[in-house]
């Protein structure tokens, strides 16, 4: 029984359960302070001026130089994800000008990155009592703030819609202010929290119009590189998240992003390399502010995609290191928390079905539903691995009740329980069920963008493949390593499936010769990697 598919973490799940995510933040929850995902005191924290963060610039209602500058420094933390920072220096700017309105606007957008809707709201209340001293463009900016925190609220049936029309009308007046673009491609996600990270192809070209009146403008060029990402184009993603490093070289997010389009195109080194650097940046930050890592939501995210990176090469050291250390980490919300599942499905890949079990049992106790799906989707399948399989029928029942927590539109985005169900049959001989199920999965997962998305899609092949083989289902197992393959065919793992499949249906030179390539993409692969001792073996046999 192998399973490893550290995440559907994809942006269709982030929509999904964002917003759920911010109502339970304004709850108190142990590790938070006033229920806040970051306590206040770090957020109001004085800050300097920085640099490697990269140049942006909004003219504001100022005149304070100095807090124009802490502004446009809030805005380019901002823009890229360092929510503490962002917060840290809008406070700043106000320190400096407490009457600069369009700094409160700036912690509303902080504090909606956050996922901490409640806070947001008390900066823009604080905004609006400031609303005489605004320019009519800031003016302009209030009504669309206000109508995205309406959006994260949920509060407002019509929050959307109107969150939109106060985009177009400030476009109608201004064509010509690429910040208005840059909103209007973020308000095209359908989603306040996603924040351009889940961009298609009508974001983009928002995008694209806010870099032909600005072409330097830091934040356009990060959200064109995810738009790419989504849209699998895999050169465009590369040269601009290259470009994002480069004119944002202190951001830990900026390698991360580069390292996610390197990743895509078979460099993973290359991307190990950058994902590396992004934890020496991070590392560094949190001794010298002294900011423990559990607030940063970007640490665990980038310990798994270098971990996920590790294990695609068959380092699988370096990678249970880097896993169990993202399991470690705190999480604030659901989505977060959802996501340290990777540490057993990394388990249950390297078949550690009693570790798997235990780390399995800890997140069926989470508060959040979708963590308590995978931690018994988890335990089911660490269950029939040890061949449990009627305590692993009782895990899948529990797995499908949390189903009854959750949105439809999630349920159907994710692989749980699914993969749980189609194991138990599959082991069961029922393939007239299984195999149906199976399919569903793999066209279920090839097709979530990002990634995150991308790399976690091969892992949940193979872990499909391995059940079929357990299961006595070579076609199966087959098609699978197939899809492994062509999702990616600088993947060891997958022509490793497929020459054991060949081996199995007497195709003795395709699986000779897919040994072979596996032998090779696992070159620098830990030297007692089971995986490779069976290729060894296998050719040795055909000589």
């Known amino acids: 029984m192998k399973q490893d598919a550290c995440g559907i973490t994809t942006l269709i799940v982030f929509g999904l359960f964002a917003g759920a995510a911010s109502q339970a933040q304004q709850s108190p929850h142990e590790g938070h302070s006033n229920g806040r995902p970051v306590p206040l005191e770090i957020l109001q924290r004085p800050v300097t001026l920085r640099t490697g963060i990269g140049e942006l610039h909004e003219k504001v209602s100022t005149r304070s130089p100095e807090a124009q500058s802490f502004y446009d420094q809030g805005l380019a933390y901002m823009h890229s994800y360092v929510w503490i920072e962002a917060a840290r220096s809008f406070h700043q700017a106000l320190r400096l000008d407490p009457n600069l309105a369009m700094a409160y606007l700036g912690l509303t957008d902080a504090f909606i990155g956050l996922q901490d809707v409640a806070t947001a709201r008390a900066t823009l209340e604080h905004a609006k009592s400031l609303e005489k001293g605004m320019s009519e463009r800031e003016r302009t900016w209030l009504s669309i703030r206000e109508g995205e925190l309406q959006f994260a609220e949920g509060t407002n049936p019509d929050g959307y819609t109107a969150y939109r029309k106060a985009i177009n009308e400030a476009l109608k007046a201004n064509a010509n202010d690429p910040w208005l673009w840059i909103q209007r491609g973020l308000s095209d996600e359908g989603n306040p929290f996603s924040h351009g ?101 970007h640490h665990a995210h980038n310990l798994t995609l270098l971990a996920m990176s590790y294990q695609s090469l068959g380092q699988m050291k370096s990678a249970e290191t880097l896993f169990h ?100 049959l599959l082991h069961e001989k029922n393939t007239t069920e299984g195999e149906p199920l199976a399919m569903n999965v793999a066209k279920s997962v090839l097709a979530m963008p990002g990634p995150d998305a991308w790399m976690a899609a091969l892992f949940e092949l193979e872990s499909m493949a391995q059940s079929a083989r357990n299961a006595g289902d070579w076609e199966l197992a087959g098609f699978m390593a197939q899809q492994m393959i062509l999702h990616n065919p600088n993947y060891a793992g997958g022509h490793f499936a497929y020459g054991l499949a060949a081996e199995h249906e007497g195709r003795s030179a395709e699986a000779r010769q897919a040994l072979t390539a596996a032998e090779k993409l696992w070159g620098k692969a830990d030297r007692d990697l089971p995986e490779l001792a069976q290729i060894h073996q296998g050719l040795a046999a055909r000589r």
């Open 325 to 424: 250390e993202a399991f470690s980490s705190p999480a604030y919300t659901d989505f977060l928390e959802y996501n340290r599942k990777c540490w057993p499905e990394f388990l249950l890949s390297r078949q550690r079905y009693q570790e798997a079990l235990v780390a399995a049992r800890e997140l069926t106790q989470s508060e959040w539903p979708l963590a308590r799906l995978a931690g018994h989707t988890l335990a089911g399948q660490a269950l029939l691995g040890a061949g449990s399989v009627a305590e692993a029928k009782d895990e899948l029942t529990l797995a499908e009740r949390e189903t009854e927590r959750l949105p439809a539109r999630a349920v159907a985005a994710l692989p749980y329980p699914t993969t749980l169900r189609t194991d138990i």
């Open 197 to 297: 990270q889940a961009g298609g192809p009508d974001a983009l070209a928002f995008y694209r119009t806010a870099l032909a009146l600005a072409p330097s403008n830091l934040a356009a060029h990060h959200y064109c590189a995810h738009a790419y990402e989504n849209m699998g184009r895999s050169k465009d993603a590369l040269e601009e998240s290259a470009l994002y490093a480069r004119m944002a070289p202190a951001i830990p997010h900026a390698h991360h992003m580069h390292g996610h389009a390197l990743v895509r195109t078979g460099r993973t080194e290359e991307a190990i390399a950058e994902f590396l650097k992004t934890k020496e940046l991070e590392e560094n930050y949190y001794r010298s502010e002294k900011i423990p890592a559990r607030y940063d939501w």
